[in-house]
């Protein structure tokens, strides 16, 4: 089975601190991770792929085996950066009947 | 590319009525997932469909159901409404070989009373 979990429900930092949106997976085969997020009034949309290892919007995300994470790391935060972030495996690996989607972190960013 | 459409965007329904909502997927993508977001559960994921046959299911009841046309529009049901069935349902499309890259529509917001 793969589940993830996102520790985080709420998150608040000011406006140019760093911030980091846990994500924790558990798996039994070699993960694909995802991070999506939902600004306010917009859709739900692709963020970062874990095998892309791309900056998108300033933010990273690094996956560590070791500690079976996926963080969300960006060095300065945004006012715009206000948004549900949600921590997603594969489609095809998911446990059926779970949560595909870890339950999100709702990041406020505060001026 | 247009995005991922879906129709209605807004639907209210009393209890023991049926629905369907509708899903129009990115040209090209052939997969199509819907999920139930709720404020207490998060994100659901309900099933996925491929080639008009549906290749994953999560955990919900029967009375959920879905189907995909040639054309790769997806449509879902839900039967028998309930209070608790009251969400937003998001479709998403993906590309084959590329599925777990998925691109949402805006919504249905169903409201059950």
């Known amino acids: 089975a793969q589940r993830v979990t996102q520790p985080e429900k709420l998150l608040s930092v000011f406006k140019g601190a760093p911030v980091e949106l846990k994500c924790n997976y558990s798996y039994s085969g070699s993960p694909e991770l995802f991070w999506y997020v939902q600004y306010s009034r917009q859709r739900l949309q692709l963020l970062l792929r874990?095998?892309s290892r791309e900056s998108i919007k300033g933010f990273t995300a690094d996956l560590n085996k070791g500690e079976t994470s996926f963080h969300l790391k960006k060095p300065f935060a945004q006012e715009e950066d206000s948004a549900m972030y949600y921590c997603?495996?594969?489609?095809?690996?998911?446990?059926?009947?779970?949560?595909?989607f870890g339950d999100g972190t709702t990041l406020t960013v505060k001026p | 590319k247009a995005g991922v459409t879906q129709t209605p965007r807004y639907l209210i329904k009393t209890r023991g009525q049926q629905v369907t909502l509708s899903c129009s997927p990115i040209?090209?993508?052939?997969?199509v997932s819907w999920y139930q977001q709720t404020p207490g559960q998060g994100l659901q994921f309900l099933f996925e469909?491929?080639?008009?046959?549906?290749?994953n299911k999560g955990n919900f009841p029967g009375r959920f159901s879905g189907r995909q046309f040639s054309n790769s529009r997806s449509e879902m049901n839900v039967s028998t409404l309930e209070l608790g069935d009251s969400a937003l349902y998001l479709c998403?499309?993906?590309?084959?070989?590329?599925?777990?890259?998925?691109?949402f529509g805006p919504g249905t917001r169903l409201t059950v009373t």
């Open positions: 998403a499309s993906s590309l084959e070989g590329r599925v777990y890259e998925q691109y």
């Open positions: 874990h095998i």
């Open positions: 040209s090209g993508h052939r997969s």
């Open positions: 469909y491929f080639s008009e046959t549906q290749r």
């Open positions: 997603a495996p594969s489609l095809y690996n998911t446990n059926a009947g779970k949560s595909t």
